[in-house]
C-alpha cells in the first residue's frame, strides 16, 4: 500500500500494523493490573455505550426497549517500532458481553487467561471460548499475595487443559513477570502457526 | 458498570449525533487509520474531527486515536466512519491474522519483548 508523503517532513509508511493481544478471565484476578504493568501508556479505560441492540437478549426488567448499557473496556499499549505496536485488551469480565469478545478476538495473536488459584472455575469461560475459536492461549496463574502457589500441574488438570498449553506462575504487578507472560504466549503463538494451527 | 449514571456518555453522544455505530463497512480496533492528503475544507469540522485528522498524519491505530481525543472507542469509531464517508481519511480493511503476522513480525515482537 503506498501513502503519498503529502507534507514535508512526512515519511512514506508503507505498513503499520497493530498486533491485538487479549487479557481474559474472571472479574477481579488482575487484567487491569497487568495492562497497566506493562503498557507504556497509561491504561485507557473507556466506558462504551451500547446499544440495545449491541447487548442483544439481556435482563433489563424494568427497563425501557430502547434502554443502553455501559461497559468497562481497558487497552494498553508496548511500541515494537515506529509502525509496529502490541495492544493489550483487558476483555469485560461479563459473560454477557461476549459480542465484544467476538469484536476484540478477530485477528488477536492470542490471548492471556488469567487464573486465581482460589476461583480457577472463573476462567472456565475464557478458556472455553479461545479453545473453541482455535485462539492461542496461555493461562497465567496470578500469585497473590498469601496465596497458595499452586502446582502448574493442578491447574492444567483443574482447567482440564492439553499438554501443549503453557502455563505461567506469574504476578501482574511486576514488569518482568508480566513480560515473560507475553513472550511466552507469542512464542506458543508462533509455534501453533508454525504446526498449521488456524 | 451497568446502573451507573450515564450523563458523560450521553453528553458524549451529542458528538455523534446520537450515532453508536459508524458508517460503512466495520473496522477494526486496531484498524490503521491514515489521513488523506490534500488540501480539505476543514472549516465545518469540528475540533474533535479535525483532530483526527491532525493525529493521523501518522497512520495510527483506532484504539489509539480514541486515547489521544480522550474518547470512548464507540465515539470515536463513529467519528472515524464519517471522515472515511467524506474521503478525509482511509481505514484499512480487517485482515486475517495469518495474513498480517508472518515469522518476521513475530521475532520483531518477540525481540521487542524481551528488550523491555
Not at chain 1, 466506558?47 to 425501557?64: I, M, N, P, Q
Amino acid at each position: 500500500m503506498d501513502y503519498a508523503a503529502y507534507e514535508p517532513g512526512a515519511t512514506a509508511v508503507t505498513s503499520a500494523l497493530a498486533i491485538k493481544i487479549l487479557i481474559a478471565g474472571g472479574f477481579g484476578v488482575g487484567k487491569t493490573t497487568m495492562v497497566g504493568t506493562i503498557s507504556e501508556i497509561r491504561p485507557l479505560h473507556t466506558e462504551e455505550l451500547l446499544s440495545e441492540r449491541g447487548v442483544g437478549v439481556d435482563d433489563v426488567s424494568g427497563v425501557e426497549a430502547k434502554s443502553t448499557t455501559t461497559v468497562a473496556l481497558d487497552f494498553g499499549r508496548i511500541t515494537i517500532r515506529e509502525g509496529l505496536w502490541l495492544y493489550l485488551f483487558g476483555t469485560p469480565g461479563q459473560d454477557r458481553f461476549w459480542f465484544m469478545w467476538d469484536e476484540l478476538a478477530l485477528g488477536a495473536l492470542g490471548a492471556v487467561v488469567l487464573a486465581d488459584t482460589r476461583r480457577l472455575q472463573d476462567s472456565f469461560p475464557a478458556v472455553d471460548y479461545f479453545e473453541q475459536r482455535g485462539i492461542p492461549f496461555v493461562v497465567g496463574v496470578n500469585c497473590f499475595d498469601g496465596a497458595r502457589r499452586h502446582d502448574p500441574a493442578k491447574v492444567r488438570r483443574a482447567l482440564g487443559l492439553t499438554a501443549l498449553i503453557p502455563i505461567v506462575l506469574c504476578d501482574v504487578r511486576d514488569r518482568a513477570s508480566v513480560r515473560d507472560v507475553l513472550t511466552t504466549l507469542v512464542t506458543y503463538a508462533v509455534e501453533g502457526a508454525g504446526h498449521g494451527m488456524p | 458498570m451497568t446502573g451507573q449514571d450515564p450523563g458523560p456518555l450521553i453528553r458524549l453522544y451529542g458528538l455523534t449525533g446520537g450515532r453508536a455505530r459508524p458508517q460503512g463497512d466495520s473496522f477494526d480496533l486496531v484498524a490503521i487509520v491514515t489521513t488523506v492528503g490534500g488540501p480539505h475544507t476543514l472549516a465545518d469540522l469540528i475540533p474533535e474531527y479535525r483532530a483526527v485528522l491532525s493525529v493521523c498524519r501518522r497512520p495510527t491505530p483506532v484504539a489509539d486515536v480514541a486515547a489521544h481525543l480522550r474518547l470512548p472507542l464507540n465515539v470515536t469509531r463513529v467519528i472515524l466512519g464519517d471522515l472515511r464517508r467524506e474521503g478525509f481519511v482511509t481505514i484499512e480493511r480487517p485482515r486475517p491474522v495469518a495474513q498480517t503476522i508472518d515469522e518476521h513480525i513475530y521475532r520483531e515482537v518477540l525481540d521487542g519483548l524481551r528488550s523491555l
